[in-house]
Every structure is written in C-alpha cells, then in structure tokens.
C-alpha cells in the first residue's frame, strides 16, 4: 500500500508506512477513548488496550504520552470551536446565521456535546497536568489565530480581529459550559443569540 | 458567649451554640483547603484533619459531604462572579468602569484568580460528580438571577435581562479560563474590553 509519490521517501521504511496508515485510526480511537472515559484516566496503557495494540506500538506511532495527550486535545477542540470546516463554511452561510450560529450550532448538539464535555474535564485536569496545560495552551492559540484570520477575511479590520477572536470563542466557551451544566437550553440560547446580534451588528460597520 | 436575642431560641442547645460559632470559620478553612489542594482531593477526612476537627464534628457542622461541597462551591463561585460587594457597587462605579469592569478585576487580580482556578477544576470535576454538579448548578443560577436583578436596576428592560445576565457570566467565565490557561493577559484584557464597550453602548439605549 505505500506509493511511491511520498513526499520523504528517505523515511518510507516497514515501521513509517504502518505508521503512515494507522495512525489516524489509533488517534480517533484514543480520542473515542478519552470522550467516553475523560482525560483523568488517559492512560497509553488503557488507550492502547481500548484500541486493541500494544503500549510500545502506541509509543511508536506517537512518540510520548505528552504528545499522543497534545494531538488529542488539538482534535477535541478542533471538533469543538472553529472547526475547519465550519470556518471554510463562513463565506456560504454569510446570509442566514453566519459562521458564528454555525459554530455554536456545531458546539451544542450531537457529538458537538460530548466534546464540549471532555474540553471541560480537560481544562479541569490541565490545572494540575502540565502536559495537559501546554496542550490546551497551543489549541487555545491555535483556534484563536484560526479564527482571527477568518475575521480578517470577512472584513474585520485587524487590529480588532485578535481581540474579537478571543472574545468570540471565550464567549462560546462559556456559554457551552453554563448549557451543559444547568441544562437550561433556552436561557442560554437566548444569551447566544443577544451575543450573535451585537456580532451582526459590528459586522454591518466593517463596510466591505 | 450565647445570645439571649438569638432568632430561633427553641434551636439553642450546647451543640446549637457551638454549631453558630464554629460553622463560618470551619467554611472558611475547608474552602481554603479546596483552593489550595482542588476539588478532587474534597474529601470531609482530609478537610477535618486541616481545619483540627474531627470528622463527626464536620458532619455535625455540616449534614453531609454534599452540603459541605455545596457551601464551598456557593462561597467559591459568589468570590469569582457577581460577589455581592460588586453587585452593591453598582451604582458608585457607574462613572469609571462600572461594576462589569469591576467583577473582570476581582475575577482576574490576586485571590481572585484563586478561585477561578478551583471553579475550573471544580466544573471539570463535576462531569463526574453529580454532588459537584448539582451544587454548580444551583450556584450558577444564583449568580444569574442576582445578576439579573442588577442588570433591571441598571434600567435594563427586564425580558432581556435574563439573557445579558447569562451572557455577561458566560463571556467572563469564557475569557478568565483563557486568560488562566494561556497566561496572555493582554490579549484576552484587550476581549473583554471589546465586550465592555460593546454592553455600555447597550446600557446607553436602556435610557433612564
């Protein structure tokens, strides 16, 4: 299965092209992983039985548990806030509801929910797993420059677009966390939809 | 050193009166020791043995473990957001800042961050902590409602008070956890100002 158009061809050995071809599938299996178990019991021994290899494959294909935890906590929130292809959406959906309802609609429902759950245990556990912590430091940035740069393309002028960037995903971030735990749909909907508003209406001043 | 004009006299019994006396002072070290060690560790043993009580004295004091977990969640969370001193505030602050910009500088100076730092962890905890849970659960709709309350005062029309009050918590909430996590006190500071003039631009249309 390997090709011969791989891009370092010097690296293609037996060991690189089973890690070439499973390693997206033992990555979604770790992150299944931590959404079902949370990130507390995030073991490479219990990821590693929960995905059906061993603790030195898993190793292999992931370096450390630090790394494999950083990769896991990158897709988490990717799927969470600001997903690519909620952002790549934000030209499309311009008229009706915008990128912003699109990621919120992304955030609160169906599995949307669950990752929210694990972004919470995360950030609770990162407080006292600085593995954790620095994973959740580089997505935290990562999604906000993501974000800042799609503002950009959508007529923010810059020098608002880091602050508004980071307002908007604090915002959906607490916001998520307030519905997820009251389970008051309603209200917190209603809070969202004051925040969108107040959004449509900065955007109307950009020009274009 | 009972009272003779205690409002409940029928209640009054040595362990009444020592209950009275001791309860404030055993909340206050059980919640220093959730501040210090995090929710995880909230164990009445362990609180018992840092306060220099014994732990019947604490179920004594107390009810149960819940009721304990309960009080310090109510006590954390009334520290970080819409303390009652800066709700009072409200109207002395209106001219420079106002109380939104007075609750951003509790929740982010000094021991304030503190008590964001246990919230976090406490919410993180309580995905699998149902007495956790149900005491955020409470707490948050305590702040909601004393934040809404302001917010009428402040000349808000009451059928969006709900929703603001919702927002204004979500939003602080959202931006300490990054301002903790990233460390990037500029960047999320410059957000929440961003939110600030956007809500006294909102404030202005209320009228008065």
């Known amino acids: 299965m390997g090709s011969a158009g791989d891009e370092e061809p010097e690296r293609v050995d037996g060991r690189r092209l089973r890690y070439r071809h499973r390693r997206e599938e033992l990555l979604q299996a770790a992150t299944e992983h931590a959404l079902e178990h949370g990130p507390a019991r995030l073991s490479l021994r ?16 992931f370096g450390t548990r630090e790394k494999l935890v950083a990769e896991i906590v990158e897709r988490v929130l990717d799927r969470t806030f600001t997903g690519p292809r909620v952002l790549a959406n934000e ?19 169906g599995s949307g929910e669950a990752h929210v759950r694990l972004f919470l245990a995360i950030t609770g556990n990162a407080l006292h797993d ?7 430091r580089r997505s935290l940035h990562r999604r906000t420059g993501l ?13 608002e ?46 020009g274009g």
């Open 46 to 61: 219990r990821i590693a039985d929960s995905a059906g290899v061993g603790h030195a494959a898993l190793l292999h294909h």
């Open 147 to 159: 974000l800042e740069a799609a503002l950009v393309r959508a007529g923010c002028p810059p020098p």
């Open 161 to 206: 677009a880091g602050a508004l960037a980071t307002l908007v995903l604090g915002t959906l971030r607490g916001l998520v966390l307030d519905r997820l735990l009251t389970g008051d749909t309603a209200r917190v909907d209603a809070a969202f939809e004051v925040f969108a508003l107040g959004l449509d209406r900065r955007r109307e001043s950009w």
């Open 130 to 136: 600085e593995a954790l912590a620095a994973a959740v």
């Open 91 to 109: 030209q499309r959906t311009g008229t009706e509801g915008g990128p912003l309802r699109a990621l919120w609609q992304q955030a609160t429902t």
